[in-house]
């Protein structure tokens, strides 16, 4: 997990799930900057228990430099992003960008970014019950890690897809494009 401490973000959520991943996956949060202290302290209660009954919790509760994050997203099992609301996700392609397969929820623009079950796993999001979400999001980690070959090629489909729809190539064709049609009569 990369983001900021903040319910958007879902990292309560997160771990909660953490609780049913399956024994030797660990979770590593690149977590800070809590919108409020009492955020912060909800996350490191939340961290200290996970840890207390699973372990395996590795908290980076600062702000990493962009060279670590890479790093990190490069060598992970998998990428988790259970965000409540988000507009597109970068982080998402970000983690993709790296070869790294996401699982995260359908929510926003994240179906615009991971398709599911080839570059990772979608779980759709219910405010109205977010145990289930919870239990679902822990099933689809546990799946991911349970296959390393697909897991790998998640990864492998997700790096394409980051560099074929969503590289500054692309962005800058897709620009001229808009600009060209919105100056057609």
Request: aromatic share 6%; charged share 20%.
């Amino acid at each position: 997990f990369v983001g900021r401490i903040t319910r958007q973000k879902g990292i309560n959520h997160l771990l909660r799930a953490a609780a049913r991943f399956a024994p030797g996956i660990p979770l590593v949060l690149c977590a800070s900057s809590p919108d409020t202290p009492e955020m912060g302290q909800e996350v490191a209660d939340a961290v200290d228990n996970l840890n207390a009954t699973r372990g395996g919790v590795y908290w980076l509760d600062t702000q990493l430099q962009r060279s670590d994050v890479i790093q990190l997203l490069s060598h992970a099992l998998l990428f988790a992003c259970p965000s409540v609301y988000e507009p597109l996700g970068i982080v998402n392609l970000e983690a993709m960008g790296c070869e790294t397969p996401v699982v995260a929820s359908a929510v926003g623009g994240i179906p615009e970014v991971v398709v599911d079950g080839t570059t990772g796993l979608l779980v759709p999001f219910d405010a109205a019950d977010t145990e289930d979400f919870e239990r679902r999001f822990a099933d689809a980690v546990n799946q991911v890690a349970a296959d390393p070959a697909a897991a790998a090629e998640m990864g492998r489909q997700g790096r394409q897809r980051a560099i074929r729809d969503f590289g500054w190539d692309t962005i800058a064709a897709r620009t001229v494009d808009v600009y060209r049609a919105a100056g057609a009569k």
